[in-house]
């Protein structure tokens, strides 16, 4: 069964940092594009950054360009997403997810066919 379980997420004031891990089990990705999305309530769910397989191409959301950094460990099967300078508005579900095969570099939900639980990030101002 394949599985992505997301962690590190909880309540921090703002401008402060938090590195949320995504674990992959049940089959490798390290062929495949991963994402990291959000979700606040009310909203649609969105892609904040992308990462291609080998680590060499990533994609950021204005909203987080420049504060947020994803990176991969294919030997770990996982995938971090590390926030810094998180605000208010970063208030969200996060869930990471999994490109489907062949994509380089997705940025669209379709194109992600596996998904974690989320985890909750909260910002207090």
């Known amino acids: 069964q394949v599985q992505l379980v997301e962690s590190g997420g909880g309540l921090v004031q703002a401008g402060g940092s938090l590195r949320l891990s995504c674990a992959a089990s049940g089959r490798t990705f390290s062929s495949n594009a991963m994402g990291w999305f959000r979700q606040a309530p009310g909203k649609e769910r969105e892609v904040i950054a992308s990462i291609t397989w080998s680590g060499e191409g990533t994609y950021y959301a204005d909203s987080v360009k420049c504060r947020f950094t994803i990176s991969r460990d294919n030997a770990k099967n996982t995938v971090y997403l590390q926030m810094n300078s998180l605000k208010p508005e970063d208030t969200a579900v996060y869930y990471c997810?999994?490109?489907?095969?062949?994509?380089?570099?997705?940025?669209?939900?379709?194109?992600?066919?596996?998904w974690g639980q989320g985890t909750q990030v909260t910002v207090s101002s």
């Open positions: 997810a999994a490109g489907r095969n062949g994509d380089y570099l997705p940025v669209r939900t379709s194109r992600y066919a596996h």
